[in-house]
């Protein structure tokens, strides 16, 4: 099944802080795509152009523009974003160019074809460039970690492409508030014992100068997060 064929509509989640140099090409790209979508666009308390790149956008049909009085981190954008979506389908769509937005196409196809309620976009079934090495070994031993204790074989856990049935998704309680959603709504899916079905994409890294926002901090929070729901009754 191709995307164009899909009668499914797909909410397409998009968390924005300061991203004011590649935002209206990523919205380009993301229009582009042959499915019924709608954007949610979440502008968490940017300090750049993007506010007012965000009123000309909430013009346009089938997006709605959200902004949060304060910045709360991307998992809280995110969270905004999944409270408002209505379609079939959520995906979580990054506001830079370090994942190519025509392979959104690819990660929904096996829940579009009922295969699974959760599909992720593996960039380690894919082609990665520019990634700096700690941060290759970081990504791999967080994989690891999930694969073990949850007992599927994950990865790449910590993509930005994380796409599920909507129905599935609000139903999950998040708390996360930075970079803490991948793991949290990793492990909370695997607790239900869901399967994600990991899908190849492509990768191309930012540097911290070029705007990339997570840190080694955040690495160890990760890890946190994984073992904690992995033994919490309250998942």
Not at 18 to 45: Q, S
Not at 61 to 80: E, P, S, W
Request: with cysteine; aromatic share 8%; hydrophobic share 40%.
């Amino acid at each position: 099944m191709d995307g164009k064929s899909s009668p499914m509509k797909i909410s397409i989640v998009i968390p924005i802080y300061n991203e004011e140099e590649l935002l209206e090409t990523v919205l380009e790209r993301v229009r582009a795509l042959p499915i019924d979508k709608e954007l949610i666009l979440v502008d968490d308390h940017s300090s750049d152009r993007t506010p007012d790149i965000l009123r000309r956008e909430a013009e346009k049909a089938d997006t709605v523009v959200l902004r949060h009085d304060v910045n709360r981190g991307k998992g809280a954008a995110i969270r905004t974003g999944l409270e408002h979506a209505t379609g079939e389908i959520v995906i979580v769509q990054d506001a830079d160019l370090e994942y190519n937005p025509e392979e959104i196409l690819e990660v929904l196809k096996p829940i579009e074809e009922g295969q699974t309620n959760v599909a992720y976009g593996s960039r380690f079934l894919g082609r990665v460039s520019g990634m700096r090495l700690p941060n290759r070994v970081a990504n791999r031993l967080l994989a690891l970690l999930a694969t073990v204790l949850y007992g599927q074989r994950i990865t790449d856990e910590a993509t930005a492409y994380k796409a599920f049935r909507r129905g599935l998704i609000q139903a999950i309680p998040l708390t996360c508030r930075r970079f803490e959603f991948c793991p949290e709504v990793t492990a909370k899916v695997l607790r239900r014992r869901e399967k994600i079905v990991e899908v190849p994409v492509s990768y191309t890294a930012r540097t911290f100068e070029e705007g990339k926002k997570i840190g080694w901090r955040d690495f160890f929070v990760a890890v946190w997060i994984l073992v904690k729901y992995r033994f919490s009754r309250n998942v």
